[in-house]
């Protein structure tokens, strides 16, 4: 059984940077394509970014320049190095995984097999 830790939100000023970590336990990570996605209050859940096993890039337009998404496999660890900051950034962060996933799919929530338990992060104007 596939098992996610995500870790690092906490509460930071606009413009600041903050680094997400996700470990994944009980399988092979390099098998998974892995994602953030993220929650604001009272709003359905988002994608924000993923990386395929081949280590291709995804990202939603809103964050794209500021955020970078990368794994390591010898860790089996995702990381989401997020720059500047913004009040609108404000959401719990979930990471996710999928053994595979087409270019389109992997933007949709349902698509992805395992989840974190989420990492608050909060940004003050």
């Known amino acids: 059984q596939v098992h996610l830790v995500d870790a690092g939100g906490g509460l930071v000023q606009a413009g600041d940077s903050l680094r997400l970590s996700c470990t994944l336990s009980g399988r092979t990570f390099s098998d998974y394509d892995m994602a953030w996605f993220r929650q604001a209050t009272g709003k359905e859940r988002e994608f924000v970014a993923a990386i395929r096993q081949n280590f291709d890039t995804y990202y939603t337009d809103s964050v794209k320049g500021r955020f970078t998404i990368s794994r390591d496999d010898a860790k089996n660890t995702v990381f989401l190095q997020m720059d500047s900051l913004k009040p609108e950034d404000t959401a719990v962060y979930y990471c996710?995984?999928?053994?595979?996933?087409?270019?389109?799919?992997?933007?949709?929530?349902?698509?992805?097999?395992?989840w974190g338990q989420g990492t608050q992060v909060t940004v003050s104007s």
């Open positions: 996710a995984a999928h053994p595979l996933l087409t270019v389109k799919t992997l933007l949709l929530p349902h698509e992805y097999m395992y």
